[in-house]
């Protein structure tokens, strides 16, 4: 027994929150910086002092027994508090270095629910668990990453989901060998390894409605501790246009949202794109009074359109950029710049042409109306990618990127389906759940494509 | 990495075929074809310079069309686009002997889109250059006028396919009074 305090003061190097306590002939040990000092007090040395005999002080609802060594490290290190008697206990002492629920931040909804997901893996397990209450709902754990052992948890619903997907995440989040995994971010970088699209293919939530939603769609669900996100596989292009939040609302506004939000999606990528290609190239599709229009307004810029586009989107894009790292307290005074300076001073100025701003704001603000980050910035790319194409060749080049757009994304595998599902290897279940929302009569039918074991 | 040098290649080596700045562009609205021994056309050009729906004139002259149109060309100092072609004014001489020549100069010029006005004047020279006082911009006021009573047959493609076909057939007619244009809808009537 002392061999074993000896060589946890000597691997720990005599660390200052490392407690031994000495108590008659039991010996308590526990690291003051993750325990709570009121439940190591209540569960064990209360009883030791007071209690008749050393039976008592095992009172605490997760008590284990400990064989091993290297286990006394790990529970130690996990917030337990050993006590060394005759055998080894180790009693759950974890200290709430949490924060409560909070309302979602990234996936704002007005209606739904408010929770959402926070950095302990209990917590978050059990806002899915309190929503799916069937014994059918199985989670498997992981201790990933070879210094932090941070706790993963993989969460399906057996007989929902497809098995062959299952499997197939499960051997790779084993073969995962790396020294850290600070977040859930890390995981999906691993995960995702092969995927060198700049499209998302594994989906990130904040909510614990759109997890439990997609769980009972029959997919996967990933959670790390000390993350408030989980990950969603597989994700289908359509799946980050269209978020799950929109299944509470009537169907016929909603799929007027629907249309309004796929609107947005063809206009934030073509925009600056074929607006370059029909002034610099294709003057005659536009009418007279409007071609005019844009004339007069372009007389005094001394920039080539092209470079007048690439200035202001880039510009757009730091301006999103520095919002989005800036403390919120300064986040008025970018705006204020912003808006100044951009919109104002550039025209008065004459550098800029009014009608180019009107171009850039409304693919900037179309471009807000998806949540996603990533899904946001593949769609940059390619706004870039088209504009390059409009820019040299025009109406044709601007085809021509749209095709390859077309291409990549039918091309793109997720877990070996194809990522533009629901359209494309057409769904009609899946298509009404997330593309358009038909009556809410067949919401129990599973897509079998998610859900059937492949042969 | 070949994909990408193509890609390249493919891209870059067009030198921006066709590229054309909207505000480096001389777009034509009217054009006057007059003939007296040669050919005299008169273009009417937006002005993008002013506020108000101003145009300026080039005038030049040739012994084939083909000639004219090029003189004009280095004439201008910007780029003459005649892809919003509004209204053409051609003399009675032309309408009555040389139409042949003008619908194969029009029929078959990439740029030119045909559904403009075919409008007939005495001197299309003259009623391109008249002093407006609302709006000096004379081939607007033209379009305008037939624009609103919707005639789509005083169009060139129609008029033309109905000479072709050898039917009768009334195009407008301009004259000038007191600098004020009277457009007359049916005023001339054509006839083999």
């Keep these: 027994m002392m061999d074993i305090i000896k060589r946890l003061t000597q691997e720990f190097n005599n660390s ?48 284990t027994i400990l064989k091993k060594y290297d286990d006394i490290k790990f529970y130690l290190l996990n917030g337990f508090t050993i006590v060394l008697n005759d055998k080894i206990y180790a009693v759950e002492t974890r200290g709430n270095l949490i924060r409560g629920i909070q309302k979602p931040d990234a996936e704002p909804a ?26 059918k709902l199985i989670n498997i754990d992981f201790f990933l990453g070879n210094l932090t052992k941070t706790k993963v948890s993989l969460l399906f619903i057996d007989g929902l989901c497809n098995k062959d997907i299952v499997n197939k995440v499960n051997k790779k989040l084993q073969s995962i060998n790396t020294d850290s995994i600070i977040s859930i971010g890390n995981i999906k970088q691993l ?14 939530s904040e909510r614990p409605d759109t997890t439990a939603f997609n769980l009972m769609e029959g997919k996967i669900v990933i959670l790390c501790d000390n993350s408030p996100f989980v990950l969603i596989l597989p994700a289908f292009f359509n799946d980050f246009i269209n978020p799950i939040v929109d299944n509470y609302g009537k169907s016929i506004n909603t799929n007027f949202l629907k249309s309004l939000r796929f609107i947005c999606l063809i206009y934030t990528i073509i925009a600056p794109a074929l607006y370059i290609a029909l002034i610099d190239y294709n003057h005659e599709s536009i009418p007279l009074s ?10 005094s810029v001394p920039f080539p359109s092209y470079i007048e586009c690439v200035i202001m989107l880039v510009l757009c894009g730091i301006l999103r950029e520095s919002d989005m790292r800036f403390p919120s307290s300064y986040g008025s005074a970018i705006s204020i710049v ?46 870039f990618l088209l504009l390059i194409f409009a820019s040299f060749l025009g109406l044709f080049g601007l085809y021509m990127g749209i095709f390859i757009l077309l291409i990549h994304l039918s091309g793109l595998k997720v877990l070996n389906k194809s990522y533009t599902f629901p359209v494309a290897p057409f769904s009609k279940i899946y298509f009404k759940k997330i593309l358009f929302k038909y009556n809410t009569k067949n919401m129990n039918k599973k897509d079998p494509m998610l859900v059937k074991e492949e042969t | ?20 700045e909207v505000n480096e562009i001389a777009i034509v609205n009217g054009i006057g074809i007059d003939y007296n021994n040669n050919y005299k056309i008169t273009f009417e050009i937006v002005d993008i310079n002013s506020e108000q729906e101003k145009s300026y004139r080039i005038e030049s002259c040739g012994d084939t069309l083909d000639d004219a149109f090029n003189n004009i060309n280095k004439l201008s100092p910007k780029e003459i686009s005649l892809s919003h072609l509004e209204v053409l004014i051609i003399s009675k001489y032309l309408i009555d002997n040389d139409i042949d020549n003008i619908k194969n100069f029009f029929m078959n010029n990439k740029n030119i889109t045909t559904n403009f006005y075919l409008v007939i004047a005495n001197n299309s020279n003259e009623i391109l250059n008249n002093k407006n006082e609302i709006n000096s911009n004379n ?27 050898n039917k009768e057939i009334n195009i407008p007619y301009i004259n000038l009074t007191d600098n004020n244009l009277k457009i007359d809808e049916e005023g001339y009537q054509y006839e083999k």
């Design chain 1, 191 to 204: 995960l995702g390894k092969e995927n060198r699209s700049v499209f998302p293919t594994i989906q990130e």
């Design chain 1, 290 to 299: 409007l071609l005019v229009n844009i004339a007069k307004q372009r007389v």
């Design chain 1, 338 to 383: 912003g808006a100044l300076i951009l919109g104002e001073a550039s025209v008065s100025a004459g550098l800029i042409s009014p009608i180019m701003i009107i171009v850039a704001a409304s693919t900037f603000i179309t471009s807000l109306v998806f949540t996603d980050q990533e899904l946001v910035n593949g769609l940059r790319c390619y706004r």
């Design chain 2, 139 to 165: 081939s607007k006021i033209i379009s305008d006028y037939l624009d609103k009573r919707k005639n789509t047959n005083k169009q060139f493609d129609y008029v033309i396919s109905s000479i072709i076909n």
């Design chain 1, 16 to 63: 200052s929150d490392l407690i031994i306590k000495k108590l008659d002939k039991i010996h308590v040990i526990y690291f003051e910086s993750i325990c709570d000092s009121d439940k190591v007090n209540f569960y064990i040395l209360q009883n030791i002092t007071q209690g008749d005999n050393n039976k008592n002080f095992i009172s605490g609802p997760n008590t």
């Design chain 2, 1 to 20: 990495m070949k994909k990408i040098i193509l890609l390249i290649v493919l891209l870059f080596c067009t030198s921006c075929y066709n590229y054309q």
């Design chain 1, 110 to 135: 007005i209606s739904g629910p408010k929770d959402a997901f926070n950095e302990n893996i209990q917590i978050n397990l059990g806002l899915i668990k309190r929503r799916i209450k069937t014994e």
